[in-house]
């Protein structure tokens, strides 16, 4: 691939990316918010690798705190440092296991990163920034909020990035951005099926969180 395509594909996926997130919200209670960032961050460093994960995680959240974030530098911070846990464990994961084996194993493993990752921030992070939001407040919350919020988020991500990198792959072969010769295989119907269902799963406990169902 040459350094001309990179930077397109380098330039569509950060746009892309930044779309999808202000275009795609989900609610998540009490103050939470889901969004499928992450899934074409990720799609991004199956591509390139993980430091082009981590380089679009970071020009996607700079440009989220420039325009329509009120949370600053420390949201900046916090969206940089949970997509960089998703998308750059897998990324990193897939590249030393180049297979749909070493995809789902990659993902799982990212859910699990993004989900400590940002356990922590919460419980390190919350009490210096969110008014009211003492230590012992956030300590309560971890469980019943942030865990199950954290789980979800990197499920759907998941799925989606199951469901949609055969797809994209091809869309961006057709388009003569990436060579013929990678990445090609047929679509796997169990996968197919599985993340299907989980992502289904993901979004009824969601609706079941918020009141919905």
């Known amino acids: 691939m040459t350094k001309t395509k990179k930077l397109v594909l380098y330039a569509m996926l950060s746009a892309l990316a930044y779309a999808v997130m202000m275009l795609i919200h989900i609610p998540y209670p009490p103050f939470l918010t889901i969004d499928p960032k992450d899934t074409v961050i990720v799609i991004a460093g199956f591509i390139l690798g993980p430091l082009a994960s981590l380089i679009i995680t970071v020009v996607v959240s700079l440009a989220e705190m420039i325009t329509v974030s009120q949370t600053g530098i420390i949201g900046f911070l916090m969206n940089t440092l949970s997509s960089a ?13 180049h297979s749909i084996k070493g995809a789902v194993i990659a993902l799982f493993s990212a859910v699990i990163a993004q989900t400590v990752v940002m356990l922590l921030w919460d419980w390190l992070m919350v009490p210096l920034y969110m008014e009211h939001a003492t230590r012992e407040i956030v300590v309560g ?19 989606l990035a199951l469901l949609l990198y055969k797809p994209v792959t091809a869309a961006l072969r057709r388009a003569g951005l990436m060579p013929k010769t990678e990445h090609k295989g047929k679509i796997n119907v169990f996968l197919t099926i599985f993340a ?3 992502l289904a799963l993901c979004v009824i406990l969601v609706l079941i969180v918020k009141g919905i169902l």
């Open 85 to 97: 846990a998703f998308c750059c464990t897998a990324a990193l994961i897939y590249k030393k296991r």
């Open 141 to 159: 919350m971890l469980v019943p909020v942030f865990l199950p919020f954290n789980l979800l988020k990197g499920g759907i991500n998941m799925a």
């Open 196 to 198: 299907a269902v989980l």
